[in-house]
């Protein structure tokens, strides 16, 4: 698990034990923590003035406040930091029971490998898990690989291309060639490129251009064009659950706002994904408040990981929630998911299999709404 407390001011046992107290009383119920309270519930081996002159390092600090109208503290976005980085215990980091684990395994494993249905049901068993929203995206080629080609005359010196890559897309492109060319010849140079270029990266197709006649490399080249803009501009499908039952934990309408944002906006999304997380697989990482980078996120929790195989296919799975989220919970579940995800990717796509990403059967627009 990552998230960067580095630049947070270190605290003493009994102030990590108060602090402590205070985001797990909040999550629970996200109502003002009294050091009334925490006396009154926690049996603690120190008085009230004590805690209450903690309490006030604590506020000075930066990790908990003081709300207007409460003589309670609630936990700052710095709080809740420290506490997922040095306070949550082995316990709570496998706090998914073996009913939790069965049930989630039984379900996944009930369906067919990467299909719609599969990730569909991966979204509604992690968001119900951890009582949060769930995300999760398709498993798919790291990098774009060219599979098939096709040269369709046209009419003169048109030419309609048909580029086909490992994963599954499809591009099409009119050329103008310097010369009309017969379907005979279009048809030869395809089944030579295809011969030689079969798997090949757009960097490995780029250099191989050297070996062929004039024609072959004006077709190669916008081949790696179109290949290098398929990598940069590929925006992932994303399976969501759970938006709707979480929204009524936000405590303002700006939360509700910036999750529904995460949730309808897929590029930006995709933007996260793509910042946040790793390339380590099953390395979940828990984003607070955007981690100051988003203020578009302000108001939200993220713990997200990355499942797969290394270095062939990846997708990403991870829950959305108000900054009170249960940290504890929300990671058990992440962990575990990813972990069975790609237990179950890596069986199927072993060694004597090849290894392309499944390709979804989703219609040209697909239907996020929530299963």
Do not use: C
């Not at 940069?232 to 939360?255: C, D, K, M, T």
């Amino acid at each position: 698990m990552e998230i960067d407390v580095t630049s947070l001011p270190e605290l003493t046992r009994r102030q990590e034990q108060i602090l402590s107290l205070i985001v797990r009383t909040y999550t629970n119920q996200p109502e003002p923590v009294s050091s009334k309270f925490l006396v009154d519930t926690f049996n603690l081996p120190f008085s009230s003035a004590t805690i209450r002159n903690e309490m006030a390092v604590l506020e000075e600090l930066g990790y908990i406040s003081a709300p207007h109208t409460s003589a309670g503290r609630v936990p700052t976005e710095n709080g809740y930091r420290y506490f997922v980085k040095r306070l949550i215990n082995a316990e709570e980091m496998n706090e998914l029971t073996v009913v939790d684990q069965t049930r989630i395994s039984e379900k996944l494993q009930s369906l067919p490998l990467a299909t719609e249905q599969w990730l569909r049901v991966v979204a509604s068993v992690l968001a119900r898990t951890s009582n949060t929203a769930a995300l999760v995206t398709p498993p798919v080629a790291e990098t774009s690989r060219f599979k098939h080609v096709e040269l369709i005359a046209i009419q003169g010196r048109m030419v309609l291309m048909v580029l086909v890559l490992q994963e599954g897309a499809v591009y099409q492109q009119m050329l103008a060639l310097a010369e009309p060319v017969p379907q005979p010849r279009l048809s030869d140079v395809a089944a030579r490129l295809n011969n030689m270029l079969a798997d090949q990266s757009a960097s490995e197709v780029r250099v191989r251009a050297v070996h062929f006649q004039q024609l072959e490399r004006e077709i190669i080249e916008l081949i790696v064009d179109l290949m290098e803009k398929a990598a940069i501009n590929h925006v992932r499908l994303v399976y969501r659950e759970g938006l709707s039952e979480v929204i009524s934990a936000f405590q303002n309408s700006e939360g509700a706002q910036q999750a529904v944002r995460v949730f309808e906006e897929r590029a930006f999304l995709n933007m996260i994904f793509g910042e946040i997380l790793t390339p380590i697989i099953n390395n979940v990482q828990v984003v607070i408040a955007g981690n100051g980078r988003w203020e578009e996120l302000s108001r939200l929790s993220m713990v997200l990981s990355r499942y797969g195989i290394p270095g062939q296919i990846t997708g990403a799975v991870g829950v959305v929630g108000p900054t009170h989220i249960n940290y504890g919970r929300a990671i058990s579940a992440v962990g575990y998911v990813s972990t069975l995800m790609t237990e179950m990717l890596s069986s199927a796509y072993s060694d004597d299999k090849p290894a392309l990403a499944p390709r979804l059967e989703a219609p040209d627009e697909p239907d996020e709404s929530e299963g």
